[in-house]
């Protein structure tokens, strides 16, 4: 059983075109995440959201925006993608904020 | 920058040999962590070690943390092939902040 899940696995698209990354966690977590790795393998956090509260990376442009239908999902909605926006997402959840991280296998975004 | 760095960038030994990765950070932490990464996939928490904590082990690894110095450093032993992948800390200075290093990518060859 798959503790964290992405959907889609691979996501190429154009320029200007709007898209979301679906996340689902069964450890019934109360805290995830949404990161992003560069090219570079640099690894980071773009929010942190649990039942209560939504943590924004201020760097994250506002096209970028977390949605939680419930506590088991955050989805990602990507608004009018551009080419910088290429790069690995990884959904991660942890039992509480601070503690260890249990990551999804990552979502590999090509904007072309 | 408060983003870890480790070093080395780069680390390849021989299969039986020791790995050691450094990790130095800036700013005061709760706790620090490091994972691994194989190629293509996410992830892998290996161990958590605690701001008053000093030493840790888990099978063939042992992280040790130096608070004074703000530096971390991860040793596997016995390195096998398996091993190959990037090891990365996590500085965890407050609420919800988790600043990832710059990862060490480490070659064990057979």
């Known amino acids: 059983d798959t503790a964290v899940s992405q959907t889609p696995k691979y996501l190429v698209t154009q320029m200007g075109n709007d898209k979301s990354i679906k996340c689902e966690q069964n450890l019934g977590h109360d805290t995830m995440y949404w990161y992003k790795q560069d090219s570079k393998k640099f690894l980071k956090i773009m929010f942190s959201y649990n039942n209560k509260e939504l943590i924004i990376n201020e760097t994250v442009p506002n096209r970028f925006s977390p949605k939680s239908p419930d506590k088991a999902h955050l989805n990602l909605h990507i608004n009018s993608l551009e080419l910088g926006d290429s790069a690995v997402y990884f959904c991660?959840?942890?039992?509480?904020?601070?503690?260890?991280?249990?990551f999804g296998p990552g979502t590999r975004l090509l904007v072309l | 920058s408060q983003q870890g760095e480790e070093d080395p960038q780069a680390l390849s030994i021989q299969e039986g040999e020791n790995a050691t990765m450094n990790c130095s950070y800036k700013?005061?932490?709760?706790?620090l962590q490091w994972y691994r990464q194989n190629s293509g996939r996410g992830l892998v928490h290996l161990i958590l070690?605690?701001?008053?904590?000093r030493e840790k082990h888990s099978g063939r690894l042992r992280v040790t943390l130096d608070t004074s110095k703000k530096s971390s450093s991860l040793l596997i032993t016995a390195s096998r092939a398996a091993d190959t992948a990037s090891y990365f800390c996590?500085?965890?200075?407050?609420?919800?902040?988790?600043?990832f290093g710059t990862g060490t990518r480490l070659k064990v060859l057979a």
């Open positions: 996590a500085i965890v200075s407050g609420t919800y902040k988790y600043i």
């Open positions: 991660a959840s942890s039992q509480r904020d601070q503690e260890t991280q249990y």
């Open positions: 700013t005061s932490i709760n706790n």
């Open positions: 070690i605690r701001s008053n904590e």
